[in-house]
């Protein structure tokens, strides 16, 4: 070869230049696809029959309508959580889900009478231009609704503890949201020349009187309500049965529920419900990924065979030259 | 873009008739005509940015995602962020950008060298470099010459104007004229006046229009692209009227605790539709352009790359000029190719020769090169490998000698000593080649003039009286001169196509030699002539050509009576060597079904050779047609004619026709074409033309050869490539879809005004075959895989729709919807894009049929897309209904409900993200270590941008800016959800799989035959290739007159030929005289015997125009006339 001009333009023997990069090149032939399926559907079947099992112990026990005394016939494994649910209830709702101001809610009292967020028009301001604290439909919408599950034991009621702390997220209550800091030593000071969302009863910082630490913007039913649901039929956690007498489980009894009213969901066409459920490894009890799994991995199954078939019937072979 | 500016020419009012005076620049400079300045750059520092925004926005995608923002501001619409649009338009516009000032530099300096050569000083009287110059102008050095002449047109063929000088008028005509980028030949320098300048040049007229070139998928996709909007809008309308029921039915309850702004539904509604045009904007991609650009932008790299494009000989490497055409490389079907310097290296080659019935051969096995240092003035360059042939010279023998005396005299070569240099200027290549053997082999031929010529006879210099040049023609096939030697005695030699001579000897014996190697036989004869007879003759002979009437004919008469009872000396083989692999290639396109048209502005004998040479034309084409007709009837007749003999033979040899025997050549005639183009008869010719397997077109014209290409692009809607090396090419290399420039050393014209350019006709097939055929495949797959990415991504949304009251809630989190695009699915497509192979570079070319997918479109196209689209929506349901069954009521290992929305955005887009990514694995057929970083670290990069974005920390800093803080944490600790990703990935892939596996096995394509049968060879390199013989013709060929032209003889024995003093060689190098009558009118007028030096080729059309000269380098070279 001669030197020169020639070889300083010649360009680079790379295999990136040349495309040459060594590589992998599967193809879908028929000693992949066939057992490929085939492992694929095994494997689904087997996790299909898990989750199955799994989803059929889990016990859940659901309440609609106004019966107030249920029975629970054998023992409800604990922990126990308890859940109200609404159904036609969007959550998801475009104008209502940017209907908050997270500034406020992350304490900074600054926002509590700047409009920074019109979001939460109309329930900014109240009709004598307060600002309302928290602002916006989510949390004036809150679930008010409060219930008490008691145990009839011997046509004693006793009372099975519903513990509302814990139910929220733990970055939820921690992270993203916080109270603002007492002033003057007192909570309240804090939301003083704010109004108190117009569907509540009672102002944020009276949510829960008796504990500080689950009150205010942290109250823990506050936060499970301001996480809204993705779909229009929804259930909340209300509260864990993790406490005293009732930490092992619910035994089987009859047992009554106190429910107090006062959350309309007749206006919009929607119901309400409450139930009661503990978990698995899995989570709480969903029928649909087992069956999901087991049909899947059985059609797997099937179609590997159809495949095979297909294969040893009408495979090609490259013995045609005029290829 | 408009390479030459023509725009610019645009003037205010039609110019009827320029005048131009000499040296007269004030009067000149009042018409204001085009100065030679040409501008081909778009923008300069300041405009770029304000300038390149506006085009920017012009386009329509672009300007699309601008309206997208403005809607984004308006609260009361607004169902996204603005920063969701902003991030990928701004990174759009900016990449896009950079792109065109990149592009647009490279032209800037392009210009600086153009002014640096304009203004060398060359013609300082001038002030512009010469253009067209008027040739007789020796006494126009006094300013009072004025020409009036036509406009500037692209006529090259035609010039009408007047001189007037001192008071006479002197008309001017076409042989009057130098035109832009022709050489001057025989005289260093000339007299001129520049006509026209510029963009106003009939070199520049004939450029051709540039026009913007597109794909024929970029086409496909401006359609898609509107079909896409329409869609969008009818989902728009769709989720608008749904929204309108569903506020009349369920909304007004929702009032209790969801206000609504506006009461009135119909409004809403329609605020609904803007809303969701927002939200489901992706499905008009806004990264689509940006990384189509990126990808045919590195599959030009490849090219630029290419070692095996690379030629070494010239040092040239493969050049991809434009960069957005890549994948129309491989969907080729027409290839309109130039002939010399394309296909021939236009390099004549004295190659064998037989004398008195002894071949002697130029093998280059075990030969020796021929030492022809006995012979001081031998061309160095000239090789010849049988050293028979010296020693039969050397060893006198008569017929050795009289061979070459006949090569040294019979010829119309000129002679002319430069730098103590002997150089021959021939009108054709294949005459120079002769002569320089004759000069080796000891018959050096001096000096002509127009009366003798001047040869040195081993050593010895002998003059001979030249009587008589009978000069060639096309129907003589032969020329002849007589002479009278030395000593007295007079001879008639005479040279010709073998046929014609072998009638004319006088025993008729006839010798085949070099039958069937596709060389260019000349027989040598001579005939010792009769003082009487020959002065009897003569005499005829002046009165014949001095008659008024028949003058051609008489003429010939007496030639045919002269030229008789010849005695045979031998024959000499030419060969116009083809360049390497250019037959094989031929073969391997003609398997890619891809038609070759060879256009060229030789004649026909030139064009049939070379036609059967190359493999183009086969003993195996019973018929060839030829179609020469005069009259617009006659071409209209034999058009029919070929099309009845066509139709006939269908009927007949229906069998036969499957087994390809009856394919079918054309030659046609570009006289014709004057009329073949004309309209009514477009459609014909064009019907006719695809009926056969090769068309050759001669005698084209530049112009006609844009014609072709153009009738084949309007009426065949193909994809069609033009590839030549000269100026001639240029109009049809900007009319092909495809213009590829072959770059030699001449002719970087060609190359200027191309797509993409190499050395050496047989890298075409490395380019079609391999580059084109990937860039298409990996275009294909790319906008496939894009569409079924985007369209998946936004039907979720639509799906969605119907669960939260139509209110234009997003499936996803914002962050997402704005990186999605950009960040997590951007590199592992554009990865396939970049280095996707179905097969490696040997198989394609092993298996040129590979091609054919690319050519009807079957990798892309509407119902691709539809299906495309049909997959995304079954996708989509997936991805929307598995996650939504999962997560349903239910709640997490540890109580709390993750059926929020937060937690169910990050399920669906993790299953999407997954998804995707997955159905990318299974397209990507060619797993390099880059795919595999691209694939699974754009995967990694979900996972880790979706937890920085959900951390805490960012949320301490901008508390509102990340609400999504916690979501993956709690979630993607849940097993539920890992196997909702694990169901949605499968339940979307395996049928995917089970229809390509089936697909298959039972209609399997080309492309999973070849692959399935590398995958058997575990990916050994293909088989050594089957080097395709070249099947020569078994009748010979004979093509004299390789390129000659009638009117040499003339020439050379005209008194306008100069008279020269006798140069002694001993007195070294006599500055040449003045020859500004000669003009060489050759196809081409240098040659090279060896192949070290290319002829200056040019030429387009071979009678009048070859003065029209390729321009030698690649800054437009401005050949300058110097005055006196």
Redo the contacts between chains.
Sequence with gaps: MKAGPSRTNRPDNTAFTQQRLPAWQPILSAGIVIPGFTLIGLAFIGVGVALFVTSQKITDLEVRGKRDTHAVLFFFQGPVFFYYGLTSYYQNFRTYGVSKDGYQLSGDTYYFNVRAWYSCAPYQYDSNNNPIVPCGSIANSMFSDTFQLYQVVNGMKKQVPLDGKGIAWWTDYNIKYSNPALVNGSFANAFSGTVKPVNWSKPVYELDPTDQANNGFLNQNFLVWMRQAALPKFQKLYGRIAEGDYAQGLPAGNYTLLINYSYPVISFGGTKKVVLSNVSWMGGKNQFLGIAYLVIGSLCIVMAMVMLIIYAKYKFTDDDEDM | MSFFGLDCVKKKEKETERKIRANDREHNLSFKYATNAIKTSKYNVLTFLPLNLFEQFQRIANAYFLCLLVLQVI?AIS?LSWFTTVVPLALVLSITAVKDAIDDLADLLLLSTLCLSSSHPLSPSLAVSFTLALCFCLSLCCPLGEVCCEPPNNRLDRFVGTLVWRGQKHPLDNHCVLLRGCTLRNTDWCFGLVLFAGPETKLMQNCGKSSFKRTSIDRLMNVLVLFIFGFLVFMCIILAVGHGIWEHY?GT?????????NEDTAFSSFLTFW?YIIILNTVVPISLYVSMEVIRLGNS??I?????M?H??????AEARTTTLNEELGQIRYVFSDKTGTLTQNIMCFHKCSINGKAYEDSVIDMMMVDFSFNSLADPRFQFYDNNLLEAVKLETLEVHSFFRLLAICHTVMAEEKNNDLVYQAQSPDEGALVTAARNFGFVFRLRTPESVCVVEMGVPRTYELLAILDFNNVRKRMSVIVRSPEGKLALYCKGADTIIYKRLHDRAEESIFAGEGLRTLVLAYKDLDEEYFSEWKQRHHQASTALEGREDKLNQLYEEIEKDLLLIGATAIEDKLQDGVSQTIEQLAKADIKIWVLTGDKQETAENIGYSCNLLREEMDDIFIVAADSPEEVRQELRCVEWCEAYERDVQVTERWHGTEIKGLLILGIIFAYALEGSMELEFLRTACMCKTVICCRVTPMQKAQVVELVKKYKQAVTLAIGDGANDVSMIKAAHIGVGISGQEGMQAVLSSDFSFAQFRYLQRLLLVHGR?SYLRMCKFLRYFFYKNFTFTFVHFWFAF???F???TVYDETFIALYNLMYTALPVLGMGL?D?DV??GWSLE?P?LYEPGQRSLYFSKGAFIKCALHSCYSSLVLFF?P??????????????????????LLTQTCLTVTVCVQLGLDL???????HLFVWGSLGMYFLVTFTMQS?GL??LY??SF?F??TA??SLD???VW??VL?TA??CV?PV??H???F???N?T?N?????????MK?QPPPPRRRARIRRSSTRRSGYAFSHAYGYGDLVTSKRFLRRPVPSRSAGSTPAGRSAAFRPAGRSAGYSPSGQEQNPKQATEPTELQRYRAVHDATFCRQGVAPE
Aim: charged residues 15%; glycine residues 4%; proline residues 4%.
């Design positions: 609260p169902s369920e309850k929702v009032m209790a605790f969801v206000p609504q702004q809303s790299y490849y630029n790359w290419d070692r095996l690379f070494t000989g010239s040092g040239t490497a990937w669960f939260c009251g209110s234009a809630q280095f192979q490696s570079d298996y049929q598995v939504y069954a999962a997560v349903r009521d239910s709640v997490s290992t540890d109580g709390h409900d993750i059926a929020d929305h937060q937690s169910f955005a057929s060619y797993w390099t270590a880059v795919n805490d949320h301490r508390a509102s609400p803080v916690g944490r709690n849940q097993v539920t196997l909702t169901l499968v339940l395996l799989v089970v390509r596996f089936l298959m096995q039972l399997p080309i999973d035959k070849v692959r399935l049968k590398v995958h058997q990916a």
